[in-house]
């Protein structure tokens, strides 16, 4: 029995994990350096100022298609990095991303079972920092692709469930379900921030099924779950989608618009198809080919194995329990039942909606977090003796540890002196800013640079991921060939200095004409240096093809 002093110490012990486990993570963040993804540069930075500055709807295209993507999650970021040093706004989003340290620790000390208090607690930690150091998540340190902070979400409806799990099972039905709703609320709201968190959603709805509860309470627990995801969606994304319902018809546009069949956009699902598996073999036993070859589900390389050994051991833990259970044997788990049960099938219900909607492996980051606790579920599972099967929960855990290879999106160095601000661009002197019109060209990331021009420059992107000048069957090119030809004053163009010769043509076949002898360099502290050229009326769709 473990004595008073061993539970105070316990609960001291993770109380200062709780407080000071997001401040470390902060800390890490500062030595990988300063984020400088894609991403961030195509649109995390744009979207934020666009939404705080009114320019929605002045603007057309300038992010590509992610203009259409809800800014919400971006304006904290934007916010901290335009109004503190960037090494302060660093520090500070990682706290923030390092909550999921203190969840995944509450978590865990839920699921743990047969331990005394100090040693649960301990084992909880090193879970709950496991799961903050895989080799996606720690590639998302700091970062603003947001999987990462979508996660809280995930997790925290995680941590409500397992720490109400005895009184969900056998309490009271309207204090359970409420747990439930508020739990699931959390989920929606991180689905409603970012649309393919529905993944987890999902996968949580579903664990409620595989509960040891009576049929119908399972059914009861996951109406309840869901209905808070509703209101959580509501809550999260339903201002943005009802915009893009009143302006587009569509609420994901441009996502899902073979169904909505928006006039604004091809007809089109608009899913990114470049990381599926080319077939079924490949999609069935994925975990091992992206595993070791890591560009078939993401841009960039990194080396992690906590997927592959939930994919191999939860299938051959679930079977060894079944056989179990039919044989009347008696094994005892490592983590308790109900919350096993839940959390492995919620796992794998999760994953595989991944393979079926996405393969890309950063939205798979919340379920790498949850791997390390998975990982000692499923082994717990097996027909071993106890000390046998904690032997091999660490032996596997400190495998997957030490060959992480965290991904790289792309950093540069903090910058020093004076202008320490996260972005910063060198935009020559405009004639004319009230009414000059700079049209965007090329499918490189250069959004970044705009809160940097006078704020009465207007964007207008001519070529993009979403719409060239030579598109069919797009609505957004008559808005798009409109708002040039209403133009009266200047034109300029930007774009990257590879991209130049592309923009001259891009702009040909809209009656414009590019003078390449007449660009401006644009420094930038991100990415490379951007070029902003005159532009003149005049040139026609003949001279192109000439």
């Known amino acids: 029995m473990p004595t008073l002093d061993d539970d ?35 649109y995390h930075w744009y979207n934020a100022y666009a939404l705080l500055t009114g320019r929605i709807g002045r603007d057309l295209l300038p992010a590509q298609m992610p203009t259409f993507y809800s800014p919400f999650l971006d304006v904290p970021f934007y916010w ?49 920092v496991m799961g903050g150091l895989g080799g996606g998540t720690l590639g998302l340190i700091g970062t603003t692709f947001q999987d990462n902070v979508v996660s809280l979400g995930v997790l925290g409806a995680l941590a409500v ?24 609320m959390l989920a929606g709201v991180a689905m409603g921030l970012k649309n393919p968190t529905v993944i987890y959603a999902v996968g949580l709805c579903l664990g409620f099924l595989a509960l040891p509860a009576r049929p119908w309470r399972r059914l009861w627990l996951a109406f309840f779950f869901g209905i808070g995801v509703l209101g959580g969606l509501a809550l999260g ?26 006039p604004f956009a091809a007809i089109s ?9 080319p077939g079924l073999w490949q999609r069935l036993f994925f975990p ?11 841009e960039v390389a990194f080396f992690d194995l906590r997927v592959l050994a939930l994919f191999v051991l939860v299938p051959v833990g679930a079977a060894a329990a079944l056989v179990g259970w039919s044989l009347h044997l008696r094994n005892e ?11 492995l099938t919620a796992l794998t219900v999760t994953y595989a909606l991944w393979v079926a909607m996405f393969c890309i492996y950063r939205y798979l980051v919340p379920l790498e977090m949850l791997a390390p606790l998975g990982l000692v579920m499923a082994v717990g599972l097996l027909p071993l003796a106890r000390l046998l099967r904690v032997g091999l929960a660490v032996a596997l855990l400190a495998l997957v540890q030490l060959t992480v290879q965290p991904a790289d999106w792309g950093r540069v160095a903090w910058p020093k002196g004076t202008n320490d601000k996260w972005v910063t661009a060198e935009v020559p002197p405009i004639e004319d800013p009230d009414d000059t019109m700079v049209l965007m060209a ?3 990331a250069i959004s970044h640079v705009i809160p940097s021009f006078p704020p009465r420059v207007t964007f207008v992107r001519i070529q993009s991921n979403f719409l060239q000048p030579d598109s069919v069957g797009n609505g957004h090119l008559a808005i798009l060939k409109d708002k040039v030809a209403a133009h009266r004053g200047p034109f300029l163009m930007l774009s990257t200095i590879p991209d130049t010769a592309g923009a001259a043509k891009a702009a040909a076949l809209l009656g414009l004409r590019l003078d390449p002898q007449r660009c401006r360099t644009i420094p930038n502290n991100l990415g490379e240096t951007l070029n902003l050229c005159a532009v003149d009326r005049g040139a026609g769709k003949s001279e192109t093809m000439e």
């Open 8 to 42: 105070r110490r316990a609960r001291l012990t993770g109380r200062a994990f709780l407080l000071l486990a997001p401040v470390a993570y902060g800390l890490l963040t500062l030595a990988f350096g300063m984020d400088a993804n894609w991403d961030l540069r195509n």
């Open 237 to 262: 994304g339903g201002v943005w989608m009802a915009h893009l319902w009143h302006d587009y018809g569509n609420p994901v546009f441009p996502h899902m618009n073979h169904i909505f069949k928006s």
């Open 80 to 128: 901290l990095a335009t109004h503190l040093p960037a090494r302060a706004a660093g520090f500070l989003w990682g706290t923030l991303q390092g909550i999921n340290l203190s969840l995944l620790y509450l978590l865990a000390l839920s699921c743990l079972r047969n331990n005394p208090a100090m040693q649960r607690s301990l084992i909880a930690m090193t879970l709950a």
């Open 161 to 184: 469930i397992a720490g109400s799990l005895p009184g969900i099972l056998d309490g009271r039905p309207l204090p359970s379900f409420a747990r439930v709703a508020a739990a699931g």
């Open 333 to 343: 788990w490592l983590t308790e039942r109900p919350a096993t049960r839940f959390l």
């Open 288 to 298: 091992f080919v992206f595993t070791f070859f890591p560009l078939t589900v993401g």
């Open 442 to 444: 090329g499918y490189w």
């Open 269 to 277: 699902d608009y899913v990114n198809v470049s990381f599926f598996p």
